[in-house]
């Protein structure tokens, strides 16, 4: 592929109004910068040795976790996005023969931020960014299919509709082992004809 062809088809992608070029444009990506390397790199006097793969860019790994949120995605699925589509690819600042973030790397990533108690003001403060210049993020339209099944939950009628008003059946509170056992965050989905009790 030449870089004519590869220009033509982010020409055609800007024709069809790429979103990811408006949110790329009004988010100052360096400003995360200093916040996100205090998480993501070790200090070099804590650093064993400069050998090995140079890790991934601090921007670059939230920019993936802003694409996963937008497009809720897990993380073997944006790895594949990643490596699939040209405008996540431009999103990301990279080109074909460039590495692209594993699925594991992502996970990493995202637990670090969690582990720092920055994941949430990090999220805040881009969505603020981008309500200062009008628009607001809503989720995207792929959807990772992959479908993770648990055990199933045999509920009452009661406990059921206590469950999805967000409270816990009474008779749970003073059986903590059946409370347990019972996930009450999954729930039932059909596909391609079949029933599964899980996550998405």
């Known amino acids: 592929m030449g870089f004519f062809d590869l220009s ?49 860019d601090a921007v670059l790994m939230f920019k ?9 995605l897990s993380d073997d699925q944006i790895e594949y996005q990643v490596r699939d589509r040209l405008s996540f690819m431009r999103f990301l600042g990279l080109g074909l ?5 594993d699925a594991k790397t992502v996970w990493l990533y995202r637990e670090a931020l969690a582990q720092a108690g920055m994941g949430e003001a990090l999220f805040k403060q881009f969505d603020g960014y981008l309500a200062r210049q009008g628009y607001i993020a809503r989720g995207g339209q792929i959807l990772d299919a992959s479908i993770v099944p648990v055990p199933r939950n045999h509920n009452t009628r009661d406990e059921n509709k206590a469950i999805k008003n967000g409270e816990v059946p009474e008779d749970w509170a ?23 009790y899980g996550y998405r």
């Open 64 to 72: 993936t976790l802003v694409l996963s949120a937008l497009y809720n």
């Open 8 to 56: 033509d088809r982010y020409a055609s992608l800007d024709a069809k109004k790429d979103p990811l070029v408006e949110i790329d444009a009004v988010v100052p990506w360096e400003e995360f910068r200093p916040t996100l390397e205090r998480v993501w790199r070790k200090p070099d006097a804590e650093r064993k040795s400069r050998a090995g793969r140079k890790p991934m």
């Open 174 to 196: 003073d059986k903590p082992a059946k409370r347990s056992q019972k996930d009450v965050d999954a729930r039932w989905t059909r596909k391609h004809g079949k029933s599964y």
């Open 97 to 101: 023969e460039d590495r692209v973030p």
